[in-house]
């Protein structure tokens, strides 16, 4: 069983800056597929950006340049440096990873981090 724990969430004005965390449990964390999504309220919840094993890296294409996905497989931990925040980012953000297994994928979430733009 995979956990995943984010951190970083909270309040930031517009134009501010957050690095989100999510730290998973196991040790096939290295053989994962890691992504974030969001959810903003009242709409559903959309891909934001995943990061392979062989760490490449693909954004949805409204954030390309402000939001940058990095893995670190020594810490077990996956984060999302978030710059130029705008109120319409403000969301619960969720990590997900995918873990391959005999035959089929894993797939986890972790519980959400709130992120708030406001002034």
């Known amino acids: 069983q995979v956990q995943l724990v984010e951190s970083g969430g909270g309040l930031v004005q517009p134009g501010g800056s957050l690095r989100l965390s999510c730290a998973a449990s196991?040790?096939?964390?290295?053989?994962?597929?890691l992504a974030w999504y969001r959810q903003a309220p009242g709409k559903q919840r959309e891909w934001v950006a995943s990061?392979?094993?062989?760490?490449?890296?693909n954004y949805l294409d409204s954030l390309k340049g402000r939001f940058t996905i990095s893995r670190d497989n020594a810490k077990n931990t996956v984060y999302l440096q978030m710059n130029s925040l705008k109120p319409e980012d403000t969301a619960v953000y969720y990590c997900?990873?995918?873990?391959?297994?005999?035959?089929?994928?894993?797939?986890?979430w972790g519980q959400g981090t709130r992120v708030t733009v406001s002034s």
């Open positions: 990061v392979t094993s062989g760490e490449s890296t």
């Open positions: 997900y990873a995918e873990v391959p297994r005999t035959g089929y994928f894993s797939r986890y």
């Open positions: 196991g040790s096939i964390f290295s053989a994962s597929v």
